[in-house]
Nanobody
Framework: QVQLVESGGGLVQAGGSLRLSCAVS????????MGWFRQAPGKEREFVAT????????DYTDSVKGRFTISRDNVKNTVYLQMNSLKPEDTAVYYC??????????????????WGQGTQVTVSS
């Protein structure tokens, strides 16, 4: 059974930083792509960032490029999302997810098989 547990969310002022962590258990993390998605109240879940199995390839939605960094530690079975220069529009529940197939990450939610429970990020103006 694969389990993903996010942590690191909280309340921060605009311009501040947070680092989200996603601990993965139950199966080798190192073979699979990982992603971060977010969902704000009344909105659809949206793609934020993704990383391939090795960490050598990453992709971001345009609104977070240059501010957010996704990374992974396959020894610790953990994926991270470093969020800098946070804006009120970044307020959402953030979810990590593991791909269905080994290898690449993906922007598309249907490419993911396992999801965490989410962690709340609130950015005040």
């Amino acid at each position: 059974q694969v389990q993903l547990v996010e942590s690191g969310g909280g309340l921060v002022q605009a311009g501040g930083s947070l680092r989200l962590s996603c601990a993965v258990s139950g199966q080798y993390l190192s073979s699979f792509g990982m992603g971060w998605f977010r969902q704000a109240p009344g909105k659809e879940r949206e793609f934020v960032a993704t990383i391939n199995w090795s960490g050598g390839s990453t992709d971001y939605t345009d609104s977070v490029k240059g501010r957010f960094t996704i990374s992974r530690d396959n020894v610790k079975n953990t994926v991270y999302l470093q969020m800098n220069s946070l804006k009120p529009e970044d307020t959402a529940v953030y979810y990590c997810a593991r791909t269905k197939s080994p290898g690449s990450g993906s922007r598309w939610y249907y490419e993911y098989a396992y999801w965490g429970q989410g962690t709340q990020v609130t950015v005040s103006s």
